[in-house]
């Protein structure tokens, strides 16, 4: 009795979904779906590119963009910054016309093609279905992921949906690529950010990309999906999956900036060629217990390496503030345990406070035997923890890719630290000594 129940309940299911099919869309021919693939943007938020669906309905005299790249903002950009790195931002599905949709496009001079998608009337009735459940009120938000659930995640799915797993099927294989180089690249207009992010990711973005998750971005679905033949047939001819291709807006990418790490490590090694010119052995002073050396136009350049320092530490202490608290706080998993803190610690932060003294003062900072072991020792395992980082990017001995920074960053820096070392710091005679 028990088998037969479930039996019925099964049939009784599968029933009601076939209904639900067949009933989604009265004459599934006058029906079209369109994928709407937008280029890169030049912000932050919209440098992957952009997918939707369009759907015209001849019988219902509707056309709709169906986009699930939407954000709540009302508590402001920090508010959103803030949700974003707990992870508790609320995408959602947004509907609304052609005009309004292609409009904000224009108005960001980017890109927008648009290629029909040949699917079967069954397909068609399916993926109608699926849209018809996720406008549901209930149904409208999703936990968004950059890489594994985002808008073009999101069609990809329907559609393989409504293909009966057939793209699954198909795009099949490995990338060859890495989440990281895959971020570097999209980033290449906005190095700062692109550097920012290589430095606060971890190894998870490390991985290789199967061909199925390069999908997440709006260009490589299309390009994939163009490649795929439809189970559609007009005659004796079977149609591609995508057709009808029409350029909807047109406009130049974004340019490519000059690469992060060339351009830093030339403007570091100018520095401390400068300032390895301007050393000069200065005499003790009243103050002071030995001969040194010391900036000439001390006041000038010891200033100057204030100002570079302040950036340098600042941004070490920024970094390391940010990926110490993600562990802990952040919903993003892909900004835990990351090697990088062996470089910026959070702590570096406090130098700033001695570079603004070298700004003021134009002075060394004075030590006395209280203060002087907490600075030996601190940087000191600076310099062993930027040593053990070197050893191990250079060897491979982690799943975390962090080699350009190894090799155009850190040398660079271990160097200013010495620089910094001999000229900002000295030790303050003991009034007691005689000598």
């Known amino acids: ?177 890495s989440f990281r180089e895959e971020v570097r690249s999209h980033y290449a207009s906005l190095q700062p950010i692109s550097f920012s992010l290589d430095v606060l990711m971890n190894s998870n973005i490390d991985s290789e990309m199967s061909e199925w998750e390069t999908l997440f971005l709006p260009l490589e679905l299309r390009s994939h999906l163009a490649s795929i033949d439809s189970d559609v047939r007009v005659g004796q001819q079977v149609m591609p999956l995508l057709g009808n291709s029409e350029t909807l807006l047109s406009f130049d990418a974004p340019e490519q900036q000059g690469d992060f790490y060339r351009a830093a490590t030339l403007v570091l090694w100018g520095c401390i060629i400068y300032f390895a010119l301007m050393l000069k052995r200065v005499r003790p002073s009243f103050s002071v217990s030995h001969a040194k050396l010391g900036f000439r136009m001390s006041d000038m350049n010891l200033r100057l390496f204030g100002f570079l320092s302040v950036v340098l530490l600042g941004a070490s202490g920024i970094f390391g503030g940010i990926m110490l608290i993600s562990w802990f706080v952040s919903g993003h998993a892909d900004l835990y345990h990351n090697l990088n803190l062996l470089l910026f610690w959070p702590t570096d932060i406090l130098g700033v406070l001695v570079a603004v003294y070298w700004i003021i003062s134009a002075k060394p900072f004075l030590l006395d ?15 062993l923890a930027a040593l053990a980082y070197c050893v191990i990017m250079w060897f491979g001995l982690s799943a975390q890719n962090g080699f350009l920074i190894a090799t155009y960053l850190v040398p660079s820096m271990f160097v200013l630290i010495l620089i910094g070392w001999i000229v900002g710091f000295d030790s303050r005679r003991r009034f007691d000594a005689i000598w």
């Open 369 to 383: 035997h209280n203060s002087k072991p907490f600075f030996v020792y601190y940087l000191l395992f600076k310099l």
């Open 1 to 177: 009795m028990i088998r037969r129940f479930l039996l019925l309940l099964t049939l009784l299911w599968s029933t009601s979904v076939l209904a639900a099919e067949n009933s989604a869309h009265p004459d599934p021919s006058k029906l079209h779906v369109y994928l709407v693939t937008v280029d890169v943007g030049n912000s932050v938020w919209d440098n992957f590119g952009h997918s939707a669906l369009r759907i015209v309905d001849e019988v219902g005299n509707t056309d709709t963009i169906y986009n699930w790249g939407v954000f709540e903002v009302s508590g402001g950009p920090l508010s959103f910054a803030y949700d974003f790195f707990i992870n508790e931002v609320r995408y959602r599905l947004a509907t609304q016309s052609p005009d309004r949709e292609i409009a904000n496009y224009r108005a960001q001079a980017r890109s927008v093609w648009q290629d029909e998608i040949f699917l079967t009337s069954a397909q068609k009735q399916r993926l109608l279905a699926r849209l018809q459940w996720n406008r549901a009120p209930e149904n409208i938000y999703y936990d968004y992921h950059y890489f594994f659930d985002n808008c073009t995640t999101r069609i990809r799915d329907y559609l393989n949906e409504a293909l009966g797993g057939k793209l699954s099927r198909e795009i099949i294989g490995g990338s060859g690529r």
